[in-house]
């Protein structure tokens, strides 16, 4: 059974910094593209940074030079390291494959104000 597992949210002030988490079960990330997602109040959900099998990675221009996915094969985890966050970086963040699958975890609550 597929499960995707997010963390490490909270409230942080403008310029700060949060690293997501997001425990995968039921596949093997080695094997696929994943993503980060974020969805803020009243907008539809974007990607905002992907991985690839042979470890590229892809960014939205809006976090380009700010924000880093990586993953853990051997803990079948992805991270995102979000720095120099905005208020505009506000929303819930999700992972998922690239191209996302059915299923979503419950994502975790960023929040970017002083």
């Known amino acids: 059974q597929v499960q995707l597992v997010e963390s490490g949210g909270g409230l942080v002030q403008p310029g700060g910094s949060l690293r997501l988490s997001c425990a995968a079960s039921?596949?093997?990330?080695?094997?696929?593209?994943m993503g980060w997602y974020r969805q803020a109040p009243g907008k539809q959900r974007e990607l905002v940074a992907t991985i690839f099998s042979g470890e590229s990675t892809m960014y939205a221009d809006s976090v380009k030079g700010r924000f880093t996915i990586s993953r853990d094969i051997a803990k079948n985890t992805v991270y995102l390291q979000m720095n120099s966050l905005k208020p505009e970086d506000t929303a819930v963040y999700f992972c998922?494959?690239?191209?996302?699958?059915?299923?979503w975890g419950q994502g975790t609550q960023v929040t970017v104000s002083s």
């Open positions: 039921g596949y093997n990330i080695r094997f696929k593209a």
């Open positions: 998922n494959t690239w191209p996302p699958a059915a299923y």
